[in-house]
C-alpha cells in the first residue's frame, strides 16, 4: 500500500511539469510528510460544456476517495489506495477508473519495516531526483446538504525488486509518456488504461532510511525528511 508520500514541488513548478491550462484555488503548501484525508495537488482533465474543449487542470483532492454512494463521507479514510487487480472491478473505484483517472505529483513515498513497535521508515525517492506521478483515481460526492467532496485514490501494484524488502505493494508510477493517454477518460480504452499500469523500474528509486520523526504524521516541515547516518540503498 501507500500510506504517506511527499508532495513539495511548488504550483507554479507543478503547472509547467504537468502542462497544466487551470490552476484551482485551495492548493495545499509544501508538504513532506503527505497523511490520508488532507487536500493533495492533483492533474486531471475536464471537458469545457460550452466549447468542447479539453482543459488539464490542477486542483486539491481529498486523499481517500468517498464513493458517489457513500452514506458520509469517513469512508474515504479506508479507501486511500485501489489495488490495479480489481480496480475495473470493485464498486467502490469501478466508475471512477473507467472516466475520472489523475495524476498525483510527488517527490517520493514512505514505507516502513520491522516489528511493531521497532518499525524503520524509508524514503523510496527518484535516484536521479525529480518529480514522479502516481496513478490515481477521483471521484465527486455531494452531502446531504449539497456540499461537494472531490477525493481521490492512489492505484497500487505488486513491489518491484526495489520495494519489495519494505513491502510488497507500491504506487503505480506513470511516465510523462502515458499522462495524455491516462488523463483522457473518454477515447482510451480500458484495457489500454489498465496496461500502462506496471510496477517501476527496479532503478528508478533508492531506499533512504529517515530519522523516526517522519513517524508523527502531524509533521510535514523540510527538516522532517532526515535520514539516518546509517543510509540503505536497496
Known sequence: ???????????????????VDDLFDG??????????????PAVFERRVRDTGEIRRRLAPLVWGLVPSWAKDASIGSRM?????????????????????????????FYEWTGLKGARRPFLLR???????????????????????????AIITCDANATVAPLHDRMPVVLGPEHFE???????????AAQDMLQPAPDDLFEAIEMHPQINDSRRDEPGIQQPLQTQLLL
Request: proline share 7%; net charge negative; glycine share 8%.
Open 181 to 191: 493517454a491516462w488523463l483522457d477518460g473518454k477515447t482510451t480504452e480500458l484495457k
Open 126 to 152: 527518484p535516484r536521479q531526483g525529480g518529480l514522479i506521478a502516481f496513478a490515481a483515481i477521483w471521484e465527486r460526492w455531494l452531502d446531504r446538504a449539497g456540499g461537494e467532496t472531490y477525493s481521490v
Open 80 to 108: 486511500i489506495n485501489a489495488r490495479l487487480e480489481t480496480v475495473a472491478e470493485k464498486p467502490a473505484f469501478r466508475r471512477a477508473f473507467s472516466t475520472r483517472r489523475c495524476l498525483l505529483p510527488a517527490d517520493g
Open 1 to 19: 500500500m501507500c500510506g504517506r508520500y511527499a508532495s513539495s514541488a511548488s504550483p507554479q513548478d507543478l503547472m509547467e511539469e504537468f502542462e
Open 27 to 40: 492548493l495545499p503548501g509544501p508538504d513532506y510528510n503527505v497523511a490520508p484525508t488532507v487536500a493533495v
